[in-house]
Nanobody
Framework: QLQASGGGLVQAGGSLRLSCAAS????????MGWFRQAPGKEREFVAA????????YYADSVQGRFTISRDNAKKTVYVQMNSLKPEDTAVYYC???????????????????WGQGTLVTVSS
């Protein structure tokens, strides 16, 4: 029900925008998040946005470089990634919290719906 796209190969310092489109149901009342998993590492939190878009949260490692946003009319969540670094290389997953109106959480276990992931590769 979540389809992530927008990944690719980019040089360090470059930018990418990932999109996550929902189908089959709306998540307009739900927190949405982005997580990533680098090779050989555990999945980690990247960013989250409240149902209204009024509150956003970021991992320290991406604060100031990434911006999460959402368009509920289009059922799509975005993450704009600027000043990319080689350590941002990972498969990026979007996720949705099933509980309506819950305050965003940074814990992957709190997200019940997951997209298939899109690969971001940042070359040095």
């Amino acid at each position: 029900q979540l389809q992530a796209s927008g990944g690719g190969l980019v040089q360090a310092g470059g930018s990418l925008r990932l999109s996550c489109a929902a189908s089959g149901r709306t998540f307009s009342r739900n927190t949405m998040g982005w997580f990533r998993q680098a090779p050989g590492k555990e999945r980690e939190f990247v960013a989250a946005i409240s149902w209204s878009g009024g509150s956003t949260y970021y991992a320290d490692s991406v604060q100031g470089r990434f911006t999460i946003s959402r368009d509920n009319a289009k059922k799509t969540v975005y993450v704009q990634m600027n000043s990319l670094k080689p350590e941002d290389t990972a498969v990026y997953y979007c996720a949705a919290d099933e509980d309506d109106y819950r305050i965003p959480t940074l814990t992957s276990d709190d997200y019940e719906y997951w997209g298939q992931g899109t690969l971001v590769t940042v070359s040095s």
